[in-house]
């Protein structure tokens, strides 16, 4: 007899696992039911089935193209049952979502497939999501962000391992607190370190109880497995191999097989698909550039007295990889089915830089590329905070419109949020947009470049960029983002990552900004496990372009350069930007957090800054986080956002304490000082 738990209908379009119908006739992918154990393309050897202890009448919904084992089409989320081997990618799979299983839109349109089926595995950064239906996250003991370290307890009910090496890994588990009333919400579980690029990823979940106090029990199709149930199945019976590794990696670490309400297993995404795209316009980018600096134009010189700064603006033009003329809603120029973009003539981008007076020809400031807010445009190069640290350290400041995620994409990111299945579009331009980052810190080196311009020099001729000096500085978004030009460059090696976090689809229901696009997401998709979906599918495109890619890559270098060091300056109780993605952040680029981080009573965590190494003196030498405290509530300890008190997110730009720190850290031989006398670092609120 199906328990309850099995007959809960299906949020996803495409049926549940486990239901009444009769199997589908369509033949399954005889890809499917194996797993990988990445980076080898080798299938794992599993453990020798038992003779079956019994047998079950089972039948289940689209086993061709719906993870079965779940309630819903897509769930769990993300797992190899999705995917198809495929020897000739880096994890030896394919991603293999069928456009039928995916959510639909109001005008029923699915989500095309056809971009995301060229990853070899699933986000870094990948949270998993199951239904499990009236479940009780505290009587079940699910491990809340505030309390980390439970995650790894022998008793935690939620266990997930890096299979690839046998770790057990740190995560989160959370109900989605924006289900709505009466509706099921689904259940993430979310890595508190990003998981290597490559590996297999296992995840078990058992001994829940649903809010009547009563044991939940699995789906049929997941019993058959646990309790060794003899299927007629073909398809789940050609999975059995699979599923029985799965419990011989979840036993190895002490988990009872008849404790699991489910697991299931995934592999993550390889570097060389991940950064590939990125990579490749990168190299074919500068190889054909050569020794010479890119080629601009300075458009205007502003002479701003009351400032007392000059303002340039002008043009310059990069290879452009995407189709048409690169304008938004073009993708990546993929030519005969090619999975890596070919150039498709020049872009012209647009450049703003800012030039102090305590910048001079005795003292020449070094070049800094500033990353501008979420949807911005370059006239934030000369806001507030830029022009605070160039007005008190001689920094010549540059910065260029983030292309994808810029004020010119704003139309593009809701026709996304309409459709899904347009949304590579928006990551396709984003790496594009990298790109251009990436060249004008060329044109910043370069003694050809911005240096050799009379715009860059002083009245009697005389340099006034140091062209030996290059580092980035961004906020907010260009926080989020700067990893990826910073990971990638040749140019520089050290950024400052203001107010940041990593992993979009970890973000954007914590953050105040997307308030706004939750009105547009809404209509299109008004399934809260449909949105859950789409958005944890379009972080897989939005990675490769994301700082959720890269992060990992600052200890472990990617081609063509060398190590990476980062400072990231976070806001207690961030509205905007989710301190618990920046601590994801931190942990997965290897850093180190100023301690004491918080006032006492100020953390709510049992381990405030749990997993990440207290820098213990200074100077520091290495990647650093630290937190600002200008007084406001600290957030909510679920995925919305903060609501109570002022949002203390521009206070740190502006915050002596910070540019300070940013000055030690932004030189050749720079390191993280203490400006905070030994302590938390207070700071007073803005206005």
């Known amino acids: ?198 590996h297999r990823i296992v995840i078990g979940i058992r001994n829940l109880v649903d809010k009547s106090g009563n044991i939940i029990e699995p789906t049929d199709a997941f019993r058959a497995y646990r309790d060794r149930l003899e299927t007629t199945v073909p398809e789940v019976e050609a999975r059995r191999p699979a599923m029985d590794q799965i419990f011989a990696d979840l036993e190895a670490q002490g988990v009872a097989r008849d404790s699991l309400v489910i697991a299931w297993d995934f592999t993550v995404i390889s570097t060389e698909n991940l950064t590939g795209p990125l990579l490749a316009m990168r190299d074919d980018a500068f190889d054909l550039l050569g020794d010479a600096a890119p080629k601009f134009t300075v458009d205007t010189v502003t002479r701003e007295d009351d400032r007392n700064r000059t303002v340039i603006e002008g043009t310059y033009e990069v290879p452009l990889y995407l189709t048409g003329d690169g304008s938004p809603g073009e993708g990546l120029n993929l030519v005969d089915g090619a999975e890596l973009p070919s150039r498709n003539g020049t872009f012209t981008s647009s450049y703003r830089c800012q030039i102090t007076d305590t910048t001079t020809p005795d003292n020449p400031g070094a070049g800094v590329i500033y990353g501008h807010g979420l949807l911005g445009e370059i006239g934030q190069v000369t806001s507030a905070g830029p022009s605070l640290l160039a007005d008190n350290y001689g920094y010549v400041i540059c910065g260029t419109e983030l292309i994808g995620m810029g004020g010119s994409d704003v139309g593009n990111a809701i026709k996304s949020l309409q459709d899904f299945g347009h949304f590579y579009t928006l990551a396709d331009r984003l790496l594009q947009g990298h790109l251009n980052t990436l060249y004008l810190g060329r044109l910043m080196k370069h003694p050809d470049g911005f240096a050799a311009d009379p715009a860059f020099r002083s009245a009697d001729g005389q ?104 400072l990231l300056q976070l806001a207690l109780g961030d509205h905007q930007v989710a301190n618990a993605a920046a601590d994801v952040m931190a942990r997965s680029m290897g850093a180190s957090v100023h301690w004491p981080a918080f006032a006492d009573g100020r953390s709510e965590d049992v381990e405030p800054a749990w997993g990440i190494p207290h820098i213990e003196s200074y100077p520091f030498h290495g990647s650093a986080t630290v937190m600002f405290d200008s007084g406001s509530p600290m957030p909510p300890p679920v995925n919305l956002p903060p609501a109570e008190g002022s949002d203390p997110h521009e206070d740190v730009r502006r915050a002596a304490a910070a540019y300070d720190q940013i000055a030690a850290f932004l030189r050749p031989d720079g390191a993280v000082i203490d400006t905070c006398d030994g302590g938390p670092c207070i700071i007073s609120p803005r206005g």
């Open 1 to 198: 007899m199906m328990s309850a738990f099995a007959m809960f209908a299906g949020a996803c379009s495409g049926g549940g696992g486990t239901s009444a119908e009769a199997p589908s006739t369509s033949s399954p992918p005889t890809t499917a039911a194996a797993t990988t154990a990445a980076p080898t393309t080798t299938e794992p050897t599993p453990t020798t089935t038992s003779k079956f202890a019994g047998t079950i009448e089972l039948s289940v919904a689209n086993p061709d193209r719906c993870e079965f084992i779940g309630e819903s089409c897509m769930l769990p989320f993300p797992s190899d049952y999705l995917t198809v081997p495929d020897a000739s990618t880096g994890t030896g799979r394919r991603v293999n979502f069928s456009p039928d299983s995916m959510p639909a839109n109001a005008d029923g349109n699915h989500v095309d497939t056809s971009r995301y089926n060229l990853n070899d595995g699933f986000s870094p950064g990948a949270a998993g999501l199951v239904l499990i239906p009236d479940v009780d996250a505290e009587a079940s003991g699910l491990v809340p962000v505030t309390d980390i370290g439970a995650s790894l307890d022998p008793s935690s009910p939620t266990v997930v391992i890096d299979a690839t090496t046998g770790e057990l890994w740190p995560h989160w588990a959370e109900l989605d607190a924006n289900a709505h009333p009466g509706e099921q919400p689904g259940l993430f579980i979310r890595p508190a370190k990003n998981y290597p690029d490559g």
């Open 463 to 566: 340099q006034l960029l140091n062209t030996d000096e290059l580092y980035y500085y961004g906020i907010s978004q260009g926080g989020i983002m700067g990893p990826v030009t910073t990971a990638v460059s040749f140019d520089w090696d050290r950024g400052v990552f203001g107010v940041p976090g990593v992993n979009y689809s970890t973000l954007l229901n914590r953050s105040v900004d997307f308030n706004t696009y939750q009105k547009i997401l809404d209509p299109s998709y008004p399934d809260k496990l449909d949105q859950a979906i789409v958005l944890l599918v379009a972080q897989m495109l939005w990675d490769r372009g994301e700082g959720n890619g890269y992060v990992n890559h600052f200890t472990d270098p990617l081609p063509g350069v060398g190590e990476k060091i980062g």
